[in-house]
């Protein structure tokens, strides 16, 4: 489907992500990989796909099951990797990254996916969709692998902003406990604040205020704030969501993605060096084949900008067919369940609530 008047033809029930073809490392085979795994799981679900029509149309040609599914836009712009967020956004207009926004504001697609450029990413996100009323800083969640039933915590901000003062905390903590209702299905998320330690004295000034606002507006805020946590307890289960600002936040993801590979690495390694440990892996394969599933940083792809007026997934700009497919199951559990509607309403009820809570800053 390559003509703008043919997704009159898309069912009304469908869920319809914006996907951004181009700025991917692994080029728009992956994209088109993983919207044939997605589409396969998911019979609701339909693409409006921005980039090199082209390019795109030669690889949908090989898959004849998705020409009914995606709708193309052609967009022969493209915004790089190495460049600049404030001048992407300058000349990022018409690009395929740009249009992929564009569609959530013109309320085309529910949400949007890009394996681009992060910064500039969010700059566009927030020049085209704007941030919710109440809302300073947009943050970025993403699903943590941890002992949680679900499997996973939600923690932010991974990078969106390097900054985070006490009241920015507090609206990633009910922003982050409106994604765990709607991605991971808990009824009232626990809340833990990133600190040095666990004592109510440690910690930066900004980290202690926060933690005295989010206490007092959990009930509002529907979360259960359990004090501050450590780096160890972010696998851990004693905690839903973890709130830190974007520069520790992002060093976390980094740093767990490269630990996951070493693990990876050292199993390969264990069980290559002699024949013994060859046979050893044979019977061993199955419990091998879960943990790699386990700690594959492509399974749990895709970091959720919240915030805004409208929901945008970040994938990896590394991400294969396998985690872009992961990135738009996100995309689909989230716009199903009417996350940004949803979203919105619990920021404009929790600021509505905490008017009468006044942090330290607004005393002295």
Request: aromatic share 4%; charged share 25%.
């Amino acid at each position: 489907m390559t003509k703008d008047e043919d997704r009159a033809n898309f069912p009304s029930d469908a869920v319809i992500v914006s996907i951004d073809a181009m700025g991917g490392e692994s080029g728009v085979e992956a994209i088109i990989g993983g919207i044939e795994i997605s589409a396969k799981i998911n019979p609701d679900i339909r693409f409006i796909v921005h980039g090199d029509s082209a390019k795109i149309n030669a690889l949908l040609q090989k898959t004849p099951a998705l020409t009914d599914l995606v709708d193309v836009r052609h967009s022969d712009k493209v915004i790089e990797m190495h460049v600049k967020p404030a001048q992407a956004v300058r000349g990022g207009k018409g690009s395929s990254m740009w249009n992929t926004i564009q569609s959530i504001k013109d309320g085309e697609a529910t949400v949007a996916v890009s394996c681009g450029n992060t910064g500039a990413l969010m700059m566009m996100s927030v020049l085209r969709l704007r941030k919710l009323p109440g809302v300073s800083r947009p943050a970025i969640a993403v699903l943590w692998p941890s002992r949680n039933p679900s499997g996973y915590n939600v923690m932010l901000d991974m990078g969106a902003d390097i900054k985070a003062d006490a009241k920015d905390l507090l609206q990633y903590a009910i922003m982050g406990a409106s994604y765990a209702r709607n991605g991971l299905g808990l009824t009232r998320p626990r809340v833990g604040l990133l600190n040095i330690g666990t004592e109510d004295n440690k910690g930066r000034p900004e980290l202690r205020e926060a933690a005295e606002l989010i206490e007092a507006t959990q009930e509002a805020s529907d979360l259960e704030y359990i004090g501050f946590v450590e780096g160890s307890d972010m696998p851990s289960d004693r905690v839903d969501i973890i709130v830190t600002d974007g520069f520790t936040g992002n060093v976390a993801l980094k740093a767990g993605e490269g630990t996951a590979k070493l693990i990876g690495q050292f199993l390969r390694d264990a069980f290559t060096h002699s024949t013994m440990a060859k046979v050893a892996a044979l019977f061993a394969s199955g419990p091998l084949k879960r943990l790699k599933n386990r700690i594959d940083p492509r399974r749990v792809n895709g970091g959720v900008f919240l915030g805004l007026n409208g929901t945008v997934i970040k994938s990896h700009g590394s991400a294969d067919a396998i985690g872009v497919s992961a990135a738009i199951k996100l995309a689909f559990k989230l716009a199903k369940n009417g996350f940004s509607e949803k979203l919105a309403a619990r920021v404009a009820s929790a600021a509505a609530a905490s008017k009468n809570t006044p942090s330290k800053t607004d005393e002295a």
